[in-house]
């Protein structure tokens, strides 16, 4: 399973933390796995590239870290909106047991 996790503090985005895999098909033919991996890199490379509230990512042994800036500008949180719509969706579709999306205030 797939496990995201959207760190937030006062209603505003800090992070988030993606890890696992979905196994929902053999290696090289998981959609689920392909449609996170892509939301979520695409995700921290456009925060990185149009946005001025990056801080820092991570990818390592198959988790994927992005940290974003004190008080996220419009651009990160319409990107974070988009992945989290995109994500949710596939966890609607897919089921629980591939991916969860979770949210923890810190």
Known sequence: MIKLLIQTHNQEYKAFICEGHAEYAEAGEDIVCSAVSILTTNTAN???KFSDSFA???SDDGVLTLVLKDHPDEKAKLLMDSMILGLESIQKAYGN????VDYREV
Do not use: A
Not at 97 to 100: A, H, N, P, R, S
């Open 97 to 100: 047991e591939y991916l969860v």
């Open 56 to 58: 820092g990512s991570d």
């Open 46 to 48: 456009s925060i990185e």
